[in-house]
């Protein structure tokens, strides 16, 4: 069983598209989403549009949609982020609302190796940046592997006996998953990553070979910026997809 990973799309089909070229539906067998589906980017209806399509076996929301449906009022984001939130809310149709008011809170458990989450394992919210937050998220998690989202950066921690290993991923890592280890990984994100490379992230977990390949894709950046500015969207919002911040 292999799943193709994907996390904090934030409507940005262009992206969204090239990882789906990258690594076609015969290399995996289910979708699984770590949430962030829309916000910052221009196409939240052609985002949702297309995973609907993919049918996935499991997705979460994040803080993006939740604030984009209603089920959030964004007063912990920052301007730019709520002004996103504000347009993604108005362009959304209604069955695309009501779809993200649909999507489960994580944690998730999929299999007997994988739990997902969008922030943390024990809450959907918080940032996992640092050695203390991956040590509290590996104590939460049930299963083996617990990958999680929203800091749009791709990070493996790893965790044998007490012994805690992090490490920023290089492309196409292949994550060779240690029977008695723990491990929480972030796989980067789809549609705004933030480590300086602009693009696209995502992942591949093979199951049965407990093999987790993290990969990045080039996509049509200028074709996503001029979405953004077409749709009126804060010009920041575009220039970011460039540089991978
Ligand atoms: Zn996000």
């Avoid at 076996?57 to 709520?82: E, M, P, W, Y």
């Avoid at 190796?113 to 040590?135: M, Q, R, S, T």
């Avoid at 790893?158 to 890592?173: H, I, N, S």
């Amino acid at each position: 069983m292999r799943y193709l990973i994907l996390s904090d799309i934030h409507a940005n089909l262009q992206a969204l598209d090239a990882v789906l070229a990258a690594a076609p539906s015969p290399e995996w067998d289910h979708v699984v989403v770590l949430g962030d589906l829309v916000g910052y980017g221009a196409d939240p209806n052609g985002v949702i549009d297309r995973l609907k399509e993919l049918l996935p076996l499991a997705i979460i929301r994040g803080n993006h949609d939740k604030a984009a449906c209603g089920l959030d009022d964004g007063s912990s984001f920052n301007n730019v982020a709520r002004m996103a939130a504000a347009w993604t809310s108005e362009t959304l149709t209604p069955g695309n609302r009501d779809y993200l008011r649909s999507l489960p809170a994580g944690p998730m458990s999929i299999d007997h190796l994988l739990e997902i989450c969008h922030g943390a394992p024990y809450d959907e919210d918080h940032y996992i940046f640092n050695g203390d937050d991956a040590v509290r998220g590996l104590e939460a998690a049930r299963r083996p592997l617990c990958l999680f989202g929203h800091t749009h950066l791709p990070v493996a921690f790893e965790r044998d006996r007490a012994k805690l290993g992090g490490f920023a991923p290089e492309e196409d890592t292949e994550l060779e998953l240690r029977a008695g280890a723990t491990y929480l990984v972030n796989p980067g994100s789809v549609g705004q990553p933030r480590d300086g490379d602009p693009r696209a992230a995502f992942a591949i977990l093979d199951v049965d070979a407990r093999v987790l390949t993290l990969r990045r894709v080039e996509y049509a950046v200028g074709a996503a910026q001029r979405r953004i500015l077409e749709a009126g969207l804060p010009t920041s919002l575009a220039n970011r997809l460039a540089i991978g911040r």
